[in-house]
């Protein structure tokens, strides 16, 4: 999925220029699909965050990933033990006169992404200590509605060369909606589940830092972006809260993470970036993605989007019978099933819900996944003939 490593050399050698303040004349670098909507799609605008996203329709995109200037601070040049110099983020794009400079920024990119997320859009912005909790209180004053902070464990993290402080191992996600009544943003968390060895995605996750073949460098091994993100990173994300199609934005393109692994998986993408180098290594490297095949990357349905069956309707159709008795997995936990679809477990009679809590002394309990029915010698899950009638449905 890389760029050939001349042609990012090339590129990087390429006068990168200051902030241009405005794109009415600036080219667009890839445009790949037309929309019939207006919206833009599959397209590198070259200019000032801001100014593009002026440009953009409202309500246009599904997902935002944002990955904004870092604001480090940084006084002088790092150094290791040995005194070589730390290759570390220097660029004027990350320096700022102030923190009021800053948050006045942050303001004014987060207002524009607001208003061109459609109503059950997302969005994902990372960051370090220097600056996510800025990026938060602009957040929620501008009226988005936190979900999540994911942390992100770097599995090979630089470490503290001066030894005066912890080292810095991790960066912070925080994924949010444009407020809180948008109730149907997307979520795939049985996909999340199911790729997780069939337990809930927890919000600390570990990726190790971009190296290898995908970090980009230019002719004399220096890193073509200071700040490339790993494929593997966007790729949770996309998979996590957008579908195939979906438009997917990233208002600090760099090298065009963002837009590979959309690309990859089916999305469509819109990217902004001011510094034309970094804009044309990052449409060599899309242009070079093969896209996966649809049923690679097809989302899991949703349960909740299912068609709701009742435990009635699977007697109904023949799968159970009355006076059938059902057991847990492990065959400790008993109960008959009634003509009208209630299971009784000694004097108490309820749904298949209520019956399994009861036996099993707790508050709730998924019945369709508790309780099984002997079938040649083997225990089946109830929520196996759920299926079939929920198929039998749609057929």
């Keep these: 999925m890389g760029t050939p490593r001349t042609a990012v050399a090339g590129a990087i050698a390429r006068k990168q220029v200051s902030r241009t303040g405005s794109i009415a004349s600036a080219p667009r670098i890839l445009r790949a699909s037309p929309s019939q909507d207006g919206s833009r799609r599959d397209e590198i605008i070259l200019g000032e965050c801001v100014d593009a996203l002026r440009q953009l329709p409202t309500g246009s995109v599904d997902l935002v990933f944002a990955d904004p200037p870092y604001n480090l601070q940084l006084e002088g040049a790092l150094s290791r033990p040995d005194q070589s110099v730390v290759d570390a983020v220097d660029d004027d794009w990350d320096k700022f006169a102030s923190f009021a400079a800053y948050d006045s920024f ?20 990372i960051g370090s200590y220097h600056n996510i909790f800025r990026v938060g209180a602009a957040l929620q004053d501008l009226g988005y509605w936190i979900l999540n902070d994911i942390v992100w464990r770097k599995a090979n993290p630089m470490p503290n060369f001066r030894g005066r402080r912890f080292t810095n191992a991790h960066e912070t996600l925080i994924w949010a909606s444009k407020g809180p009544e948008a109730k149907a943003y997307t979520f795939h968390y049985e996909a999340m589940k199911a790729g997780n060895d069939d337990v809930q995605m927890r919000s600390d ?7 290898g073949d995908e970090r980009l460098k230019d002719e004399s091994g220096r890193k073509a972006h200071p700040t490339q993100k790993p494929e ?19 208002p600090f393109f760099g090298t065009g993470t963002t837009g590979a692994v959309a690309r990859k998986l089916g999305r469509h993408f819109v990217g902004i970036e001011r ?15 093969e896209p996966l095949a649809a049923g690679a990357v097809a989302a899991l349905p949703a349960k909740r989007a299912e068609t709701r069956i009742p435990f009635l309707s699977v007697l109904e159709a023949g799968h159970l019978t009355a006076g059938e008795t059902l057991s847990c997995a492990a065959g400790r936990h008993r109960a008959m099933v009634r003509a009208d679809g209630t299971l009784l477990a000694g004097p108490a009679i309820g749904s298949i819900h209520k019956i399994g809590a009861l036996v099993q002394g707790l508050p709730a309990c998924n019945g369709w996944t508790f309780w099984h029915a002997d079938r040649g010698g083997s225990r089946l899950v109830i929520d196996s003939f759920r299926s079939q009638v929920r198929s039998a449905l749609s057929a």
Excluded at 233 to 250: C, E
């Design 106 to 125: 942050t303001r004014a990119w987060l207002g524009e992404v607001r208003r061109v997320m459609k109503p059950n859009a997302t969005l994902w912005v």
């Design 232 to 250: 593997a990173l966007l790729s949770r994300i996309l998979l996590a809260a957008s579908n195939p199609g979906d438009v997917v934005l990233d």
């Design 205 to 211: 996750w570990l990726f190790p830092l971009c190296t």
């Design 275 to 289: 510094e034309p180098a970094y804009a044309e290594v990052a449409r060599r490297r899309i242009e070079a993605v």
